[in-house]
């Protein structure tokens, strides 16, 4: 097994990399459309040198003559297409990135997966300087997976890739996660990375000779590394099927699964043929060929319910990749037919897409309400909007209900810290007083008055993380008029808020000073009791 090689013994078994040769097919392959030819000035006769091959030419061997700068020709000595640039402008901002796959076969007929970021620029006499940095290797054996991540240095806080190829095997770790290759910073416009695959061997050879790998990468008209990955870790994963559904001609199925818009629901991977797969008679099957899985999703329904009215095959075509759990489940109470024929009578205007999810909230909410949806009027209202309404208004009325059940519980389970509380801080002076919060209800009730937040501190008033106080005019004891937070460690207020929580008025300062000097003395008068 795979497993049982320790990173090192892997590294061991990897076959030689000539680093020289890398960096040639970087430059002949991967950079095959990115070269350029830097113009010289008028002194010199107006020449220029390809950066590719070399050689100097005269503007006049080219076709029209003209070499202006950032424009686009052919080289005349060796045929490769070239941008143009002025020699004597800055080209310190003139780099190329590329990121690809070196794909090696080990040792044991497994597959290393060797990702590597490329980095070219130009000197001050135009000279090349690439710079090749591998950061990740995928370990690919039928027994799984097993990736390995370079550890980068950091400069300044920021990552910096492009460290010498050949740092020893310290700088491996491995992780527990199936790695997915990415460009860094491949979706920053400000980058922009040239990909490709560079293949050291033949699948042929491998056990992944019948996996269609170069087929699907030509298929889907993409050198894009992670691609690769991901396939090949499809394969692992379901080999049989992988392989069927590609020859079978469902290779935007396997594209739409790697990129993770595909579930089992649609495609169960764990079947071994195409219609078991698929959900479909083997009849099907031929007529499913070349479908994402939308209009796969969309075409198994129509299958499965055997649908022949061509306005619900329509119908289901229209709204079933928008709405597939809603519809699903309303054809468990109904037939596609009686659904399409009940929102149709139902729709005022555009399509029946709002109605469906309307709909199905409409059945869900009768079920919470326990309604006997066995009755015609029940399951099919005369007016749907009105009868949702209904449902939505005593649903919000049932919760309220459990909530203030729910509350009223809880305040007289409380009502035994409140007496200990009232005892402990309830005053009165100069017509005002101030006792403790009765419980969550009245929170509730005093933020929604004075417009702030103490029904949040609910919780921690009940489990005597905080005191939460009220004072009131004597003259209207009902009527709010401010809350005060007291810590219960330290007996100190924290905040004290009127209306939208202003802050205390002459006349409130003065009620505390007085509410302060009685808890003073009553503490001390309880020392000395105690004495």
């Known amino acids: 097994m795979a497993k049982q090689h320790t990173m090192e013994r892997i590294f061991e078994m990897l076959p030689y990399l000539d680093m020289d040769k890398l960096k040639t097919w970087v430059r002949d392959d991967l950079f095959r459309e990115v070269n350029y030819a830097a113009v010289s000035s008028a002194k010199e006769g107006y020449g220029a040198r390809c950066l590719y091959c070399g050689k100097w030419f005269s503007l006049r061997e080219l076709k029209n003559g003209s070499a202006q700068h950032n424009t686009s020709g052919i080289c005349p000595k060796c045929g490769r297409i070239i941008t143009f640039k002025d020699e004597w402008r800055g080209h310190k901002t003139l780099i190329d990135y590329g990121y690809f796959l070196v794909v090696q076969k080990m040792r044991n007929k497994a597959l290393m997966l060797r990702s590597f970021y490329v980095r070219r620029s130009y000197g001050k006499e135009w000279d090349e300087r690439m710079e090749l940095s591998e950061h990740m290797r995928l370990y690919i054996h039928p027994d799984g997976i097993r990736t390995f991540v370079r550890k980068l240095y950091s400069v300044y806080g920021m990552d910096y890739f492009f460290i010498d190829e050949y740092s020893s095997w310290e700088y491996w770790i491995e992780q527990k996660s199936v790695g997915k ?78 990129n993770g818009r595909l579930s089992m629901q649609i495609v169960n991977f764990r079947k071994k043929t195409v219609s078991e797969a698929l959900g479909v008679p083997r009849s099907a099957v031929k007529e499913l060929k070349g479908y994402n899985q939308t209009r796969l999703a969309d075409k198994q329904f129509i299958i499965r319910h055997k649908l022949k009215n061509p306005d619900d095959i329509e119908f289901i075509r229209q709204h079933y990749g928008y709405k597939t759990f809603e519809i699903n489940c309303l054809a468990k109470r109904m037939t596609v037919h009686k659904l399409r024929t009940y929102l149709s009578s139902q729709q005022r205007e555009g399509t029946c897409y709002s109605l469906i999810g309307d709909y199905y909230d409409y059945l869900h909410e009768c079920e919470k309400l326990k309604l006997d949806l066995s009755k015609k009027f029940i399951l099919f209202p005369e007016d749907l909007r009105k009868a949702h309404e209904d449902t939505s208004r005593a649903i919000r009325e049932l919760k309220a209900q459990k909530e203030a059940e729910a509350i009223a519980k809880r305040d007289r389970a409380f009502e035994i810290k409140l007496k200990a509380l009232e005892k402990k801080y309830s005053f009165s002076a100069d017509g005002l007083f101030i006792r403790p919060a009765k419980g969550a209800g009245e929170l509730i009730k005093e933020g929604a008055s004075l417009n702030h937040c103490v029904a949040t501190y609910a919780d ?50 003065e009620f505390l000073r007085k509410w302060e000097e009685w808890r003073n003395k009553k503490s001390k008068k309880k020392a000395v009791t105690a004495a």
């Open 181 to 258: 290759p990415v460009p860094y910073n491949y979706f920053q416009s400000s980058i922009n990375y040239i990909l490709g695959i560079k293949w050291e061997t033949d699948l042929s050879k491998t056990f992944f000779k019948y996996s269609c790998a170069y087929e699907y990468i030509q298929e889907t008209g993409s050198s894009y590394p992670p691609n690769l990955t991901r396939y090949l870790e499809l394969y692992v994963k379901y080999p049989v099927l992988t392989e069927r559904l590609f020859k079978e001609g469902f290779a935007k199925l396997l594209k739409d699964k790697i």
């Open 460 to 509: 921690k008033y009940l489990n005597g993380q905080a005191v939460i106080l009220f004072i009131r005019r004597e003259s209207d004891p009902d009527e709010s008029y401010y809350t005060m937070e007291v810590s219960p460690q330290s007996e100190t207020v924290i905040q004290c808020r009127g209306l939208r929580n202003c802050g205390k008025t002459p006349e409130i300062e």
